[in-house]
């Protein structure tokens, strides 16, 4: 009895030992990650067997992982695991744990392996005044009219007429009055809008670029053309996804390069 206890215990350990080899890793970070706040890293694990697949792998991060439960030969599978990146700009991870309690649980065995990911981590963003103006910004245009529309910020509550979408109605204010109450928006007319971290509110220098990060992300969702003016240069006003990753990207390096 102690022999096949002892030879089972030994074949498992081989099971589980040749369980780690033939597999690789590889992370995939989302467009927008930032500093301190929590995000989810695409994880995506690779068999490379010819004849075996991959049994009860666990993969870890920083302290978190995900577990794939089965991975088919010549196959792979994608997991999320959740991260918290610190400090602003370029970011190397350079090793995942990988561990298995294959096949009976008598062991849990372990490996780490390389891995070639580059990221940048962009400033977190810190509310601050949406009147750039105000906070001392450029501004490239002139003038700008307030007059309602269908975007921009709430300009007023009102009663609602029956000509207004639905989809302004106030339903929280409307529960406490006898009638419909709706939002009046101003319209979306501003000029485009130059930021310049340097005189942005926010204290030190990461404070400021905290604000620009924000300004960056309320603008573009509103639909208004946003550039940076950086040392020596000056990226021009503009809209759309990749020139918020480009800005957020050169706010991220600012003055590290």
Known sequence: MVSV?????AVS??????????????????????????????????????????????????EAGTTFIVVGRGEDESGTV??????????????????SRFPVNFFVRSRRLRLDCDLVVFPAPRPCPLDYAAAGGRRDGVGSAARRGEQGEVAR???????????????KLSARHQGLKVKELNASTDEPVVLDPVELPGGDLEGRLRCASYLVNRY???????GLRLPGRVIPPATGEPHKLRLLRELALYGQD
């Open 5 to 9: 206890l002892l030879g089972f215990m």
């Open 82 to 99: 959740p991260v918290v990146l610190h400090g602003r700009g370029r970011q190397r991870l350079e090793t995942v744990r990988v561990t």
């Open 220 to 226: 573009h969702r509103a639909g208004r053309a946003v």
């Open 157 to 171: 509550i009102a009663d609602y007429t029956g000509s207004e979408p639905l989809k302004r109605v106030h339903w």
């Open 13 to 62: 350990g081989l099971l589980g030992k040749s369980n780690l080899d033939g597999l690789a890793v590889r992370i995939e970070p989302p467009a927008e990650v930032y500093d301190g706040i929590a995000t989810l890293l695409r994880v995506r694990l690779f068999c490379r067997r010819r004849w075996l697949p991959l049994f009860l792998l666990r993969v870890e991060l920083r």
